[in-house]
Antibody, heavy 120, light 113 residues
């Protein structure tokens, strides 16, 4: 069974940093591209970033470019999102998600999400 | 960026009746070299992450009931629930994966009348 379990969210002050993690199991993690998608509670879905299977290629939404860094450790089956220079508008649930691989850009599995709250 | 819009914002349908959700992209998501529309549909039930329903605009994901069907091409797409069930209450999102940044529609909330 595919499982994606996020952690690392919490309350952080504006300008602060967090490192979100996503532990993957139930599939060959190193073979799949991965995404981060965020959602302000009660609002819609916003794609944040994507990383290819070996970590050599990354893409970001303009709103987070230069502040967020996606990475992965295939030996640990773990996806990361380093979030720096946080702003109030970054407050959201952050979902780790698996790319459908044969259909690049389609997400076939999602984690339960981790909440990041940016507030003083 | 490709902007996705959806209509209506919400709808209430009686059990067993048809529900239709529309999605429009600001530019075509039809890739001419393979004649495929890079458009997916998800739904999200309260307190849960989204679930993939349809990709390539009309291909149902494995395990998705056949009452869900997608149609359309180019910039205009539709998701139809042929006979609404209680478990279909959710917010429905379309998404284009033609190009990054991948973008989602704002969502359509489906309720029981």
């Amino acid at each position: 069974e595919v499982q994606l379990v996020e952690s690392g969210g919490g309350l952080v002050q504006p300008g602060g940093s967090l490192r979100l993690s996503c532990a993957a199991s139930g599939f060959t993690f190193s073979s799949y591209w991965m995404h981060w998608v965020r959602q302000v509670p009660g609002k819609g879905l916003v794609w944040v970033s994507r990383i290819n299977s070996d970590g050599s290629s990354t893409v970001y939404a303009d709103s987070v470019k230069g502040r967020f860094t996606i990475s992965r450790d295939n030996a640990k089956n773990t996806l990361y999102l380093q979030v720096n220079s946080l702003r109030a508008e970054d407050t959201a649930v952050y979902y780790c998600a698996r790319d459908a691989t044969l259909i690049r850009g389609v997400i076939d599995y999602w984690g339960q999400g981790t909440l990041v709250t940016v507030s003083s | 960026d490709i902007v996705m819009t959806q209509s209506p914002d919400s709808l209430a349908v009686s059990l067993g009746e048809r529900a239709t959700i529309n999605c429009k992209s600001s530019q075509s998501v039809l890739y001419s070299s393979n004649n495929k529309n890079y458009l997916a549909w998800y739904h999200q039930k309260p307190g849960q992450p989204p679930r993939l329903l349809v990709y390539w605009a009309s291909t149902r994901e494995s395990g998705v009931p056949d009452r869900f069907s997608g149609s359309g091409s180019g910039t205009d797409f539709t998701l139809t629930i042929s006979s609404l069930q209680a478990e279909d209450v959710a917010v429905y999102y379309c998404q284009q994966y033609y190009t990054t940044p991948f973008t989602f529609g704002p969502g359509t909330k489906v309720d029981i009348k």
